[in-house]
């Protein structure tokens, strides 16, 4: 039997500092990036956003969107994917020692996000809702380029969502949502 938490608990599994880097190059709409930021604050994944942005995050603009979590997450602003890659790469090998991989999400991947094998500290990168990621990068890193499978005739799933599965996976891969019971000591 499975009872319900009381209102002040939450199931929790234990923390590990920036698991995985979430790499957003170019995001266009900014509820996404909203939702994704929240995300990372919710599994303590760094966030790297590759300008140009389309939209502000300065103070005014995430107040008046209500992003009270925004404070929470680790946020980093790019000015090119290059640039991303090295900070990730550095604090991959920081806080897990050893290189990370950017796993770059697209749906013209042949590669299956559920048969992918990701490691801490690895880097899982989205492009702008539009067009994806630019497909001289797909092209060049095609070992690295992974989709996720989609049941129904949809070219895609909105980049919010995408990113949510991909980190759940990783996450789960790397048994990182092994929750504890509320109350319990984190590790």
Not at 17 to 26: A, G
Not at 38 to 48: F, Y
Not at 93 to 119: M, Y
Request: hydrophobic share 40%; net charge neutral; charged share 20%.
């Amino acid at each position: 039997m499975f009872p319900l938490l009381p209102p002040d608990q939450r199931l929790r599994a234990p923390t590990v500092p920036r698991p995985f880097h979430v790499i957003l190059v170019e995001p266009e709409i900014p509820p996404n990036t909203g939702n994704i930021a929240r995300l990372c604050a919710a599994t303590s994944c760094a966030l790297h956003l590759v300008k140009p942005l389309g939209f502000s995050i300065d103070e005014h603009a995430v107040r008046r969107a209500g992003l009270d979590y925004w404070p929470l997450v680790e946020i980093h602003v790019h000015d090119t994917f290059a640039e991303a890659e090295i900070l990730v790469q550095a604090l991959a090998g920081q806080d897990h020692g050893k290189p990370s991989r950017s796993w770059l999400f697209s749906g013209r991947a042949s590669r299956n996000v559920f048969g992918t094998s990701f490691q801490l500290g690895d880097a899982l990168v989205f492009g702008k809702e539009s067009v994806g990621l630019d497909i001289n990068l797909l092209e060049a890193r095609s070992e690295y380029c992974v989709a996720i499978p989609t049941l129904g005739p949809v070219r895609s799933l909105n980049l919010s969502n995408s990113v949510s599965i991909a980190t759940f996976e990783a996450l789960r891969q790397n048994t990182l949502v092994a929750f504890t019971r509320p109350g319990q000591a984190q590790h």
